[in-house]
């Protein structure tokens, strides 16, 4: 893929200190703004575009943050971080999703041999990671979205924390249960996408890889009619499921983020391990048209192209669609990276994102 320019985005000082601007996990377009999480706080934040004449984007600023824990009960409590993996946007909602993975405990320069293995055998959970939010939107004063508690009977909800998370719900699996209880950089569950198109929500997962196939869970949230602040998920088809799981052939490699494209879904795909590279995006054409459980072999997808990876940094994590278009006529796609190279990093304190061209299409439908 061919990366056209790039864009810095620009974060206030508390965002910097906070460190967001170098582990961005999550982006997503609405409008002149960007939604986008880092991964070490439980926060969103919106940031608002400058254009040229031509209404390409130059640059994101004016940085506005949505704390979690002042609009949903977060389980671990509002200071501890969310872990926040994927945003999606639809039909008036912000989604907000965290990785619902365990962590095992890193080996740090200095440490001894034995205090080495025993972190290495240390496996800790955070609950806060093990939430899906729904936020309502509303249009403020200033014509840009904004996030609200409450805006008639809409009001923001969540999954989780009742022993209900997406991970509970998986706690029968034939596929996922085996993985529940492994951390997530040991191809442990790891959600790292999440795409909303109507009533469907796709979450992607990095790990585990299953024989080389990534997995989709699909579920269809919806209000919990006993509690306006909690959601519940919709029975799905014939068999009234919760969820359905989807396998796609990615060449080995997990799912990174998710992004809708008409009734495409974009996939951004990476190692599942602590590996940098192969990065692409891949093309799943008709996503959310289809009904029932998928197998998607390699042949029903397109790779639209490889993404620049570091060695140790510059790890693609999110994606988004920008509302403009090139001279080329075809769209382009918005790339956030964790852990940025040096060169990313401005003398104003923030940092670049990429656009890229990703080949002329059909427009959506």
């Not at 029903?300 to 940094?313: A, I, K, S, Y």
Request: with cysteine.
């Amino acid at each position: 893929m061919i990366v056209e320019r790039q864009v810095e985005l620009h974060f206030a000082p508390e965002s910097r200190e906070a460190e967001t601007h170098t582990n961005l996990s999550a982006v997503r377009q609405d409008g002149r703004c960007l939604w986008v999480a880092g991964d070490e706080t439980a926060t969103i934040e919106r940031l608002t575009a400058t254009t040229d004449s031509r209404g390409r984007v130059t640059g994101y600023g004016g940085q506005r943050t949505v704390r979690l824990g002042d609009l949903i009960p977060l389980p671990a409590g509002p200071e501890e971080e969310a872990d926040i993996e994927g945003l999606a946007r639809a039909d008036g909602w912000l989604w907000a999703v965290g990785s619902h993975s365990l962590k095992r405990k890193k080996i740090k320069p200095g440490h001894s041999a034995a205090k080495s293995r025993k972190r290495l055998a240390t496996v800790v959970r955070e609950d806060n990671r093990f939430i899906l939010a729904r936020l309502p939107l509303v249009t403020g004063d200033d014509g840009l979205p904004e996030v609200t508690g409450e805006d008639g009977e809409r009001t923001a909800a969540v999954l989780g924390g009742h022993h209900d998370s997406l991970t509970d719900l998986l706690a029968g699996d034939p596929h996922l249960a085996p993985f529940l209880s492994i951390p997530s950089k040991d191809n442990g569950i790891d959600v790292e996408g999440i795409a909303a198109h109507g009533e469907r929500l796709y979450i992607g997962l990095r790990g585990p890889v299953l024989r080389g196939w990534a997995v989709l869970i699909e579920i269809h949230p919806e209000t919990d009619p006993g509690d306006p602040r909690r959601l519940r998920p919709r029975p799905i088809g014939a068999d009234g499921e919760p969820y359905r799981t989807h396998f796609l052939d990615l060449g080995g490699l997990g799912v990174r983020d998710l992004c809708p494209h008409g009734d495409d879904l974009l996939v951004l795909t990476g190692p599942s391990m602590d590996l940098d590279g192969p990065v692409r995006v891949v093309r799943w054409p008709g996503a959310a048209a289809g009904d029932g459980a998928g197998v998607v072999p390699a042949e029903d997808l397109r790779v639209l192209g490889e993404l620049p990876h570091g060695e140790g940094d510059d790890h693609a994590e999110g994606i988004a669609v920008l509302e403009e278009t090139g001279e080329d006529g075809g769209p382009r796609l918005l790339v956030v990276y964790d852990s940025p190279a040096p060169g990313r990093l401005t003398a104003d304190h923030g940092v670049l994102a990429d656009v890229v061209a990703f080949g002329r299409e059909d427009p959506p439908k």
